[in-house]
């Protein structure tokens, strides 16, 4: 008798954990893109909170000044652009904001010279590239470096390899590309892939999903369960948070331009921001709706960037009569 319940109660045990495992979180999902905040402040101060990204940024040879001619001003606003391009998050502006939508980086140049030095017959190439840099936008944004930003770079080669040496050029290139980084990282979020997990069991639609998310088709995952998860009535937690999954995985995986990124981001946050309203204590759907909210208001604030700005201006512009 001992012995059939001691056989009894490891069965019942197994099928219990067999029930308790289809109803938990997936082990699998979508891998998606996360941006968070860049915890670096160290080069620039700001006195204005930062609680949002800049995704639009310009400079040009009216925002360089200093120790600075044409040719030099025109060559650090070129290397300056390419910094912010390959952020893939501030886009650098041509044309300088005549009603501030847009914050300017201004580079107050101390030095920028590169020198060569002959001795042993071996040549020592030296450059040196030191600048005060802030980004201000009208009444949104003042940050400026609390010391110059200054960095110093080095080569040498034997006297019948100089060819091997940087170019002047490109060496100015390689220091002014470094301090720009140093001066704008903290505006840059850190990016990481990470594994957005899906919901599984009950609901005979979330366990669909979940399936086609699983198997890498997330837009038809989205098309099966969008006519019920959009439903203002819908009160599943699970289903509207794997609608959130599948359309922030087809915001990383199927867009291309970043207007489309927005618009399905945007589309995200709503459903993770319902579904982590259902279901409190849900650790996935509140992290989700916290990330996806982050991502959407640092790189898609352009438009309320410059309607914030623009009454911002209105604020101070002098009355025209009395």
Excluded: H
């Amino acid at each position: 008798m001992k012995r059939y319940l001691l056989a009894a109660g490891a069965v019942f045990s197994v099928l219990l954990l067999a029930c308790c495992a289809s109803t938990g979180p997936s082990k699998t999902g979508a891998l998606v893109k996360v941006y968070r905040p860049n915890v670096e402040t160290s080069s620039l101060a700001c006195s204005t909170p930062q609680s949002k990204g800049i995704s639009f940024m310009y400079v040009g040879p009216e925002t360089i000044s200093g120790e600075a001619g044409p040719k030099e001003k025109k060559l650090i606003t070129q290397f300056a652009r390419s910094v912010l391009s390959e952020t893939r998050v501030i886009n650098p502006i041509g044309i300088p904001p005549m009603e501030g939508e847009y914050p300017n980086l201004s580079i107050d140049v101390l030095e920028l010279s590169v020198a060569d030095r002959n001795k042993q017959n071996r040549i020592t190439r030296k450059g040196v590239f030191e600048a005060n840099i802030n980004i201000r936008q009208m009444g949104l944004i003042d940050c400026t470096t609390t010391e110059p930003i200054s960095i110093v770079k080095q080569y040498e080669a034997p006297s019948y390899k100089s060819e091997t040496l940087l170019s002047p050029r490109k060496l100015k290139g390689k220091m002014i590309k470094e301090a720009v980084r140093r001066a704008i990282r903290q505006f840059v979020p850190v990016k990481r892939t990470v594994l957005r997990p899906v919901k599984t069991g009950g609901d005979e639609l979330v366990e669909k999903s979940a399936r086609m998310i699983d198997g890498g088709n997330c837009r038809g995952a989205y098309e099966a369960i969008k006519p019920v998860a959009k439903s203002p009535d819908c009160r599943d937690a699970d289903l509207l948070y794997n609608a959130g999954v599948a359309i922030e995985c087809m915001a990383w995986k199927r867009a291309i331009k970043q207007e489309t990124q927005a618009r399905y981001l945007q589309e995200a946050e709503r459903y993770y921001r319902k579904a982590a309203g259902l279901a409190p204590d849900d650790g996935d759907m509140q992290k989700a709706s916290r990330e996806v909210s982050y991502e959407v208001e640092t790189f898609f604030v352009s438009g309320s960037a410059q309607n914030d700005t623009r009454q911002e201006r209105d604020r101070y512009t002098a009355p025209k009569g009395y």
